[in-house]
């Protein structure tokens, strides 16, 4: 009898697993999105409610990073690390997500620049040796990409592809 009472614990077990891991999935499927991006523009904002500005706050093309010096631009020159520098976050998050560290949840739709996004929960984890914050993450359904990233404290849009253009620097 006590050998069926500890399978009955671990199917259950394994079924919690597995619900955490299907409530991430959206998530996972866009941070493996986000990661093969080569062209990004990352708006920062105090609350999601606030529009981003006219310009972003970085922006990364290939192995090239901008960054804003006040009015203006800063090119840097960030060779393999331009990507790596920007996805860490994501990498640690997904290592969170699929150490079973973390769990999402669907928190619901909205819209984003007049298209429907969907939005997600994260809570718990660690990074690093930090506690990692928890935060809300928009999907665009239609790319399958991460639009908006926020915890308490702030957030970040992001933007892809063509929209992203190279900022204008001064000599």
């Known amino acids: 009898m006590h050998l069926i009472a500890r399978l009955a614990c671990l199917v259950a077990l ?3 697993v597995a ?8 998530l996972l499927d866009a941070i493996d999105k986000l990661a093969q991006q080569s062209r990004f ?3 920062e904002v105090d609350r999601p409610e606030q529009p981003p500005a006219a310009e972003p706050d970085t922006v990364i093309i290939g192995k090239v990073g901008y960054v804003r010096s006040g009015k203006d631009w800063e090119r840097v020159d960030m060779g393999a690390i331009a990507s790596d520098h920007m996805n860490q ?3 640690d998050l997904r290592k969170e997500i699929t150490s ?3 769990a999402c949840s669907a928190a619901g739709t909205g819209s984003h620049r007049g298209a429907t996004i969907h939005k997600f929960r994260y809570d718990g984890g660690t990074q690093g040796s930090a506690q990692l914050e928890s935060g809300t993450v928009w999907i665009d359904p239609r790319s399958g990409l991460i639009v908006y990233e926020g915890t308490a404290r702030g957030g970040v849009y992001l933007v892809f592809g063509d929209a992203v253009k190279e900022p204008a620097v001064r000599k």
Do not use: D, R, S
């Open 14 to 16: 394994l079924g919690t």
């Open 19 to 26: 619900a955490v891991q299907a409530n991430c999935k959206p």
């Open 41 to 43: 523009a990352a708006y």
């Open 89 to 91: 976050h994501w990498k």
């Open 100 to 102: 079973n560290n973390v």
